[in-house]
């Protein structure tokens, strides 16, 4: 699974203020590493949040 890392949110939001407006700081760098994290997060070896195939899609 392709998962966005901390540096990379942090340079589209860079991109998005510069092309739009809004604050540059950012107020929970642990909340946002967290969320980040969350697709792969697991408990005894079963992920915690599945994701669906494109199969299941259709």
């Known amino acids: ?3 966005l890392t ?4 942090l340079l589209i939001r860079a991109w ?3 092309k739009t407006s809004g604050g540059h700081g950012v ?3 642990g909340l946002l590493q967290s969320a980040l994290a969350r697709p792969r997060a697991t408990f005894e ?3 915690l949040y599945p994701v669906s ?3 299941q899609l259709n």
């Open 1 to 3: 699974m392709k998962t």
């Open 6 to 9: 901390v540096q990379q949110v």
């Open 16 to 18: 998005l203020i510069e």
């Open 27 to 29: 107020r929970d760098l």
């Open 45 to 47: 070896g079963s992920d």
């Open 53 to 55: 195939s494109p199969t």
